[in-house]
């Protein structure tokens, strides 16, 4: 038996395959959990990443703004967010140790609503999010996948909200990790579907999702950027589509 299909315990196909040694296996998840591994994975940039997405949460504290962290992250991202969210945070993520690694981080720290969910079919209703923050996770989709991912993204959060996503930027030609083969050859054994993630324009993509929610995600102010423009943190404001039929 292939070693990965013991990590498909309900999780998609790509995930087992692919990363079952750093998000499913035990020893994995206690390993990549401490800062300085997870700094290193990010070429030092954890913090600034970090610090850059936490700063364009415009949170409010009333008890009716709702927020989403799609998916688990290592590091101190979860309890950072949380403590700033006197209304506590919603987090899905489709594996059930990543989720109780981010229950143990946050407690105490807040109200957390974890959830067992594919990021491709979400179980929240429409328009239910004023702010859905999405920390690396599409360069570690498959394309069919990350379309679905965006057109879920679109139909949950609700018009006037916000999509805030910290991922690699566009194929990054002249980064010195880009232009000397052997870094590059690894980063695409590492992350297999990195480069076609770089290949995409993810503005376009995502305002091609929303559209098929008779909604609009356009690109809010610039991009923070990070090691030399290796990594971007960019935020999207949701909004109705002006030519959407009224009643609708
Ligand atoms: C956000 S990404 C990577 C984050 C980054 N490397 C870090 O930890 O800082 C990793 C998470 O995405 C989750 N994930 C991957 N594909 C998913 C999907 N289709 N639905 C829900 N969660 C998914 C994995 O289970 C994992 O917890």
């Known amino acids: 038996m292939t070693l990965y299909r013991r ?12 990363y079952w040694w750093a998000y499913l296996w035990r020893w994995g998840i206690w390993f ?51 403590a700033s969210l006197p209304q506590g945070m919603h987090l899905a993520d489709v594996a059930a140790p990543q989720l109780e690694l981010a229950r143990r981080k946050c407690a105490g720290r807040g109200r957390l609503l974890p959830a067992r969910m594919n990021a491709e079919c979400l179980a929240y209703a429409s328009d239910s999010f004023d702010a859905v923050i999405v920390f690396f996770l599409f360069h570690e989709m498959p394309a069919q996948a990350r379309r679905h991912t965006y057109r879920e993204i679109a139909r949950i959060l609700k018009p006037g909200g916000s999509l805030l996503v910290t991922e690699y930027a566009e194929r990054p030609v ?34 091609e999702a929303a559209a098929t929610h008779g909604k609009r995600l356009s690109l809010k102010g610039t991009a923070a950027t990070a090691f030399g423009g290796f990594y971007q943190v960019r935020t999207f404001r949701c909004e109705l589509r002006d030519d959407k039929p009224s009643g609708s």
């Open 174 to 207: 002249s980064h010195p990790l880009y232009r000397f083969p052997p870094s590059r050859w690894l980063l695409a054994k590492l992350e297999p579907f990195l480069p076609g993630f770089q290949d995409e324009c993810l503005p376009t993509l995502l305002d």
């Open 32 to 82: 990549f959990d401490h800062q300085p591994v997870i700094n290193l994975i990010l070429f030092g940039q954890y913090r600034t990443l970090m610090r850059q997405t936490l700063a364009r949460l415009q949170a409010r504290p009333e008890p009716g703004w709702r927020c989403l962290q799609l998916t688990c992250v290592y590091g101190e991202l979860t309890p950072r967010l949380l």
């Open 7 to 18: 990590f498909l315990d309900g999780v998609p196909d790509y995930l087992a395959r692919h």
